[in-house]
């Protein structure tokens, strides 16, 4: 594994290399929104209108990585942590950790039926709403 991360820097360390990146196949794209799948990601308050987060509902991380860490959504659709009210998950989690992070896995909410991250929220609303 040491070779190949030493190959890897190597490579990137030379001014010369450019890297070779897939092309985007535009039919897939469209194929993919006319099945229906969402292109743009789901918003809070897509799952507010949904009624699958209420505001008010209570977030703490996902995992205890944060111990006494309580952000909370609000009725329009930002979350609130330590005074600071975020427009999206993923800044409300770098307000906790300082480094950028996916606030849709990191933020788990307690609702009526169990704890769930907001991740696994976005997939309900996306199988009921295909």
Not at 13 to 32: L, R
Not at 45 to 66: Q, S, V, Y
Not at 94 to 121: H, K, Q
């Amino acid at each position: 594994m040491g070779t190949v991360v030493h190959d890897a820097f190597s490579q990137l360390k030379d001014h010369g290399y450019a890297p070779q990146y897939p092309a985007i196949n535009p039919d897939a794209i469209t194929s993919m929104a006319k099945a229906g799948k969402p292109l743009q990601g789901v918003s809070i308050n897509d799952l507010i209108e949904a009624e699958l987060l209420p505001p008010g509902t209570t977030l703490t991380p996902a995992k205890d990585a944060a111990e006494g860490v309580v952000a909370a959504v609000l009725p329009d659709g930002k979350i609130v942590y330590n005074d600071e009210v975020h427009s999206s998950p993923s800044g409300a989690a770098v307000g906790v950790t300082s480094v950028p992070v996916n606030g849709w896995v990191f933020w788990a909410a307690d609702t009526a039926d169990g704890r769930f991250t907001l991740a696994a929220l976005r997939e309900i609303f996306l199988e009921r709403h295909s």
